[in-house]
């Protein structure tokens, strides 16, 4: 499944709070395993199985590093395929992660934080 990550200026806690504010304005509830990681979780597992591809249901995981030089880096891992909901769930949910991304690295710049982006599975941050 789809991963990315999110380069930006300042300690983890900062870097944190940030991904927090963002996912929250979009809707979704965040669930830490850790401190550093957890899950941010848009809908209803139940929802979606009921009532398919109409119920959005979408698991991200989330995970803040330190690196050096004073920047942060946040993971977006997507841990829902959609196909729950049939073909139709499985493109709703991949164009939600890609519509995600966009609009938190949109946050991220416009707060000034954002220093690279990149898809970690496929090539460094850029």
Do not use: C
Request: zero cysteines.
């Amino acid at each position: 499944m789809a991963a990315y990550e999110f380069t930006v200026n300042g300690d983890p806690a900062v870097a944190k709070q940030t991904a927090v504010q963002a996912l929250e304005s979009k809707q979704f509830v965040l669930h830490w395993d850790e401190d550093w990681s957890g899950r941010a979780i848009l809908g209803s597992k139940l929802k979606a199985a009921l009532i398919g591809a109409f119920s959005p249901y979408m698991e991200i995981g989330v995970k803040v590093m330190a690196l050096d030089g004073g920047v942060s880096a946040i993971r977006l891992d997507q841990l829902t395929s959609g196909w729950f909901s049939g073909v139709i769930g499985a493109r709703k949910t991949e164009k939600a992660f890609t519509t995600l991304r966009d609009d938190l690295g949109r946050t991220f710049d416009q707060a000034g934080v954002l220093v690279s982006h990149g898809n970690p599975a496929t090539s460094p941050p850029t």
